[in-house]
């Protein structure tokens, strides 16, 4: 199957500090990616779609310009998360579909745990 | 848009007992996943199952698309088959049960 990569695992930040997070596809180019976020004992919830060369979709009520999206190549994906609150402490989670498989199976990264002080 | 019901919300089996984990969705899929979440919240794909029955070993998997719902097999459960199990399904957005948390025990 296909792999997404995800760095950092783990970042703890300071409140007030903005964090990126890197989302990559390593053998299948993706057009589009996905952001989800998962907070303790809880499921994923997407936060935006990710379109390679145009702007990010967000869902409702995710704030556009608190988690800035940018799609810049084929295989990368980058979230900031902008002035960090402890509220913003959960996992990360990426996601992209293969166009090479032709389906809509998603594959996910690891993930990333942001703790925010 | 599309309602994702998960069953049971929790699971504890003993090492060898066979389960049906059951998802039931509100309208027309055309993408149906199935994953295993690690304790180190990795999600492992088992099945991609929009429609059909699928088998991997111990586990298999039953979509009937025009009844709505999904069935995941377990047979001959392990303990490292612990931790949650998601159902996701879309039409466009590719939206998560609240999942089954199984605990396997020795």
């Known amino acids: 199957g296909a792999v997404v990569s995800q760095h950092p695992s783990r970042v703890i930040c300071k409140s007030g500090t903005s964090v990126k997070i890197e989302c990559r596809s390593l053998?299948?180019?993706?057009?589009?990616m996905f952001w989800y976020r998962q907070f303790p004992k809880q499921s994923l919830m997407l936060m935006a779609t990710?379109?390679?060369?145009?702007?990010?979709?967000?869902e409702q009520g995710v704030e556009k310009d608190k988690f800035l999206i940018n799609h810049a190549s084929l295989t990368l994906s980058t979230l900031t998360v902008t002035s960090a609150h402890p509220e913003d402490s959960s996992f990360y989670i990426c996601?992209?579909?293969?166009?090479?498989?032709?389906?809509?199976?998603?594959?996910f990264g690891p993930g990333t745990r942001l703790t925010v002080t | 848009g599309i309602q994702v019901e998960q069953s049971p919300p929790d699971l504890i089996l003993q090492e060898g007992a066979n389960s049906t984990l059951r998802c039931n969705f509100s309208?027309?899929?055309?993408?149906l996943q199935w994953f295993h979440q690690n304790p180190w919240g990795q999600l492992i794909n088992l099945f991609y199952i929009p429609s059909g029955t699928k088998q991997n070993g111990r586990l298999s998997a039953t979509t009937v698309a025009t009844e709505r719902y999904s069935l995941l097999y377990i047979s001959s459960s392990q303990t490292t088959d612990s931790g949650v199990y998601f159902c996701a399904v879309a039409y466009n957005k590719l939206i998560f049960g609240a999942g089954t948390r199984l605990a396997v025990h020795p």
């Open positions: 996601s992209a579909r293969d166009p090479g498989q032709g389906t809509n199976e998603q594959y």
């Open positions: 309208d027309s899929v055309n993408n």
């Open positions: 053998d299948f180019q993706a057009t589009t």
């Open positions: 990710s379109n390679e060369g145009s702007k990010a979709t967000y």
